[in-house]
Nanobody, 116 residues
Framework: QVHLVESGGGAVRAGGSLRLSCAAS????????MAWFRQAPGKERALVAR????????YYVDSVKGRFTISSDNLKNTIYLQMNALKPEDTAVYYC?????????WGQGTLVSVSP
């Protein structure tokens, strides 16, 4: 059974940084295309960044390019999202999942709140 547990969210001021973690069990991140998604208040969940097989980074949404970095640690079976220069519009619940996502793998997410 697959479990994805997100952590690292919090409340920060604009310009601040956070590092999100997604600990995986039941699947191997090294052999899975993984991604971070986010759901802002009143909006649908959307793809933020994708990391391909063996850590090859393949996609960032335009609004986070140059500010966010997705990475993986195969020994810890964990993926990360380093978020710098945060903006109020980054406020959302952040989730990790495979890409394309599996409906059965959504976790609780971690809330990121960015104040002006």
């Amino acid at each position: 059974q697959v479990h994805l547990v997100e952590s690292g969210g919090g409340a920060v001021r604009a310009g601040g940084s956070l590092r999100l973690s997604c600990a995986a069990s039941g699947l191997t991140v090294r052999t899975s295309a993984m991604a971070w998604f986010r759901q802002a208040p009143g909006k649908e969940r959307a793809l933020v960044a994708r990391i391909g097989l063996s850590g090859f980074v393949s996609y960032y949404v335009d609004s986070v390019k140059g500010r966010f970095t997705i990475s993986s640690d195969n020994l810890k079976n964990t993926i990360y999202l380093q978020m710098n220069a945060l903006k109020p519009e980054d406020t959302a619940v952040y989730y990790c999942n495979k890409d394309p996502p599996s409906i059965n793998y959504w976790g609780q997410g971690t809330l990121v709140s960015v104040s002006p």
